[in-house]
């Protein structure tokens, strides 16, 4: 016999899952950009509200905004965000470049001070995903423990 109740509770932890992986994709372009590689401009979502995470997050999620937990995401997925704008602009900015250089096609690569300090950049940002992870893993126990009355109440 199909429990509905059961069903939609497994459907929000299958989303959430989702959602993570997105999260981790993301965080994963953080990365090929600290390797000075380019990545395409659908994957920059710079807005905490654009990314694969943030529209769950800001969408189907806030039926979970009444709890702590979740309500604890927003604030260092916001920072998360910050950090990967201000690395993307410390890499890949605009510099001058050489008269010799712009005959070649070249362009000017970062200093090493930016290198550093968007090293230091990325070590915080993996400490916020990491944040945000646990955070997620959670909630998710949370979703999985609830009574039936309790889940209810979700959406309604």
Same mark, same amino acid.
């Given at each position: 016999?199909?429990?509905?109740? #059961?069903?939609?509770?497994?459907?929000?932890?299958?989303? =959430?899952?989702?959602?993570?992986?997105?999260?981790?994709?993301?965080?994963?372009?953080? +990365?090929? #950009?600290?390797?000075?590689?380019?990545?395409?401009? !659908?994957?920059?979502? =710079?807005?905490?509200?654009?990314?694969?995470?943030? +529209?769950?997050?800001?969408? !189907?999620?806030?039926?979970?905004?009444?709890?702590?937990?979740?309500?604890?995401?927003?604030?260092? &997925?916001?920072? =998360? &965000?910050?950090?990967?704008? !201000?690395? %993307? &602009?410390? #890499?890949?900015?605009?510099?001058?470049?050489?008269?010799?250089?712009?005959?070649?096609?070249?362009?000017?690569?970062?200093?090493?001070?930016?290198?550093?300090?968007?090293?230091?950049? %990325?070590? +915080?940002?993996?400490?916020?995903?990491?944040?945000?992870?646990? #955070? =997620?893993?959670?909630?998710?126990?949370?979703?999985?423990?609830?009574?039936?009355?309790? %889940?209810?109440?979700?959406?309604?």
């Amino acid at each position: 016999m199909d429990d509905p109740v #059961l069903d939609q509770k497994k459907k929000l932890i299958r989303r =959430l899952r989702e959602a993570k992986k997105a999260h981790r994709r993301w965080v994963s372009n953080a +990365q090929i #950009l600290m390797q000075g590689i380019p990545v395409q401009n !659908d994957q920059l979502p =710079l807005n905490d509200t654009e990314c694969g995470f943030g +529209q769950w997050y800001y969408g !189907d999620g806030q039926a979970l905004r009444g709890y702590e937990v979740f309500r604890a995401i927003e604030a260092p &997925h916001q920072r =998360l &965000h910050g950090l990967y704008l !201000d690395i %993307f &602009h410390l #890499l890949f900015r605009k510099r001058k470049t050489s008269l010799l250089g712009k005959l070649l096609g070249r362009s000017a690569k970062p200093s090493t001070q930016e290198l550093d300090q968007a090293r230091q950049l %990325f070590a +915080q940002l993996n400490a916020e995903s990491l944040r945000i992870m646990e #955070l =997620l893993d959670r909630l998710e126990e949370l979703i999985a423990g609830m009574d039936e009355a309790e %889940f209810s109440r979700l959406f309604n």
